[in-house]
Nanobody, 119 residues
Framework: QVQLVESGGGLVQPGGSLRLSCAAS????????MGWYRQTPGTQRELVAV???????NYADAVKGRFTISRDNLKRTVYLQMNSLKPEDTAVYYC?????????????WGQGTQVTVST
């Protein structure tokens, strides 16, 4: 019943742009925070950006000024606009969303989408 479907990854040249999308399944739960993490082989997953239900945002220092997170509450979708991409941005990007059933909160993850920044 709970599913996050990601799209938008791919191969980009340094300085290029990509937009990632992640749609949360419609169910009886409300969606709270939504965000993006990224991970490279052998590394710990790190926070990229998060956006609250009120639109408040927080970014990792490494992406500030280059990435923009946004959400469409009607579509239950979170986006990550990535500009001025660098090779070090190469990673698998995972979206997440918090779901709330009454007083119970649980986080769920997307399947991941590969972003490769290279010539």
């Amino acid at each position: 019943q709970v599913q996050l479907v990601e799209s938008g990854g791919g191969l980009v040249q340094p300085g290029g742009s990509l937009r990632l999308s992640c749609a949360a399944s419609r169910n009886k739960a409300s969606v709270t925070d939504m965000g993006w993490y990224r991970q490279t082989p052998g590394t710990q997953r790190e926070l990229v950006a998060v956006i609250g239900s009120d639109g408040g945002t927080n970014y990792a220092d490494a992406v500030k000024g280059r990435f923009t997170i946004s959400r469409d509450n009607l579509k239950r979708t979170v986006y990550l606009q990535m500009n001025s991409l660098k090779p070090e941005d190469t990673a698998v990007y995972y979206c997440y969303a918090g779901f709330r059933w009454g007083k119970v909160d649980r986080d769920y993850w997307g399947q991941g989408t590969q972003v490769t920044v290279s010539t």
